[in-house]
């Protein structure tokens, strides 16, 4: 990096506080633009679960366990941050799917451990109904997100970072590149511009021209009003997928993202924190606090959106589901692609043209 970049970060919560500090720490000067308060919209309605778990294609596999790695890098150097490598408990699918998926990850390289009911009882003993088997991946574990946006911002700041509240209205172009953001009727000029926004992503990007095939899909979560420790790790059980947090909430989704919450969100909320105070021994006590309904930036292909633009220059976007997991290895990647122009390999799949046809 030959002089020093102008970046505007759009977006405080976790993937955008990750690249405003990548990106400090590298020597860029950062501006962040939250629209509300640190950790965004969809962060603080997030389970949490830092994982490279079913469902994904190798080559995602690779990203995800590649995020994890630089999890414990991350909390090396911000040791601030609540980061909790607690362990996972899986039996949300069938027989031979979980066996299927045992064997495609652990010949992978991940972690899988096959216990049984005795097994799982010891590592979770306040369970009250136990499956006759489970998988178990030590290595998997919870970031608290928005405290860990707050702790990675307030470290970025110190580093000459720079955090607004606002909306942008607009990014600025110039030449066809984007030169900047407007906010509030004030112009901030840039040398690049980072869309870390969520779901409020797509708006901003077509000021630009820019289509971001991205979904929303909702998800209700509920949270207990903190109590006595109850559980140890994740747990995902069929329909029912809890944790407990660093200040002793228990929180729970019909699935981890969160489930549908339906015409009556209040009602499902009951109705489902009725399920998981059932599935916990000694939970008698346990009160509903709230639910939450988070708004999951989703591409329509599943897998996230990292990377330039092309046809625009000076505008880099960063807006996927499964943030918690991916935060800390795209603030580094994105942080080298900006200021050195070097994008890491495990990021090939990932471009937005990848949605130009």
Not at 27 to 34: D, M
Not at 156 to 176: C, D, P, R, Y
Not at 303 to 331: C, D, K, N, Q, W
């Amino acid at each position: 990096m030959s002089a020093v970049k102008q970046v505007v970060v759009i977006g405080a919560g976790i993937i955008g506080a990750s690249v405003a500090w990548h990106l400090a720490k590298a020597g860029a000067r950062v501006t962040v633009i939250a629209e509300s308060a640190v950790g965004g919209v969809a962060t603080p309605n997030s389970f949490a679960w830092i994982n490279a778990s079913w469902g994904n294609p190798e080559p995602y596999f690779r990203l995800r366990t590649r995020a994890m790695a630089e999890w414990t890098r991350l909390a090396k150097d911000v040791p601030a941050i609540p980061l909790a490598w607690c362990g996972g408990l899986c039996w949300d699918l069938p027989a031979d799917r979980l066996e299927a998926y045992a064997a495609e990850h652990s010949a992978w390289g991940y972690g899988i451990e096959r216990v049984g009911r005795e097994q799982v009882a010891r590592i979770e003993p306040n369970l009250t109904e136990l499956p006759d088997f489970a998988l178990h991946v030590a290595e998997e574990g919870v970031a608290e997100p928005v405290a860990t946006a707050k702790v990675l911002l307030a470290d970025a700041e110190q580093g000459g970072a720079k955090i607004m509240t606002g909306t942008v209205t607009a990014l600025v172009l110039s030449n066809g590149k984007v030169a900047g953001v407007e906010i509030s009727g004030q112009r901030i000029v840039a040398d690049e511009v980072v869309i870390a926004a969520g779901a409020g992503a797509p708006a901003i990007a077509a000021t630009a021209g820019i289509k971001l095939p991205i979904e929303t899909p909702p998800g209700l979560i509920v949270h207990s009003r903190p109590y006595k420790k109850l559980l140890n790790g994740l747990v995902h059980a069929e329909k029912l997928h809890m944790r407990q947090t660093a200040e002793g909430r228990i929180i729970a989704g019909s699935d981890f993202a969160g489930g549908n919450p339906g015409d009556d969100p209040e009602a499902t909320g009951r109705e489902l924190f009725a399920v998981m105070k059932a599935a916990l021994r000694d939970g008698d006590g346990l009160e509903l606090d709230f639910h939450t309904v988070g708004y999951r930036p989703t591409p329509i292909d599943g897998f996230p959106i990292i990377g330039r633009t092309e046809g625009v220059g000076g505008l880099y976007v960063a807006v996927m589901h499964s943030g918690i997991t991916l935060a800390p290895a795209v603030g580094l990647f994105a942080a080298q692609e900006i200021l050195d122009g070097k994008r890491d390999p495990l990021l090939a799949p990932y471009g937005l043209s990848r949605f130009a046809q």
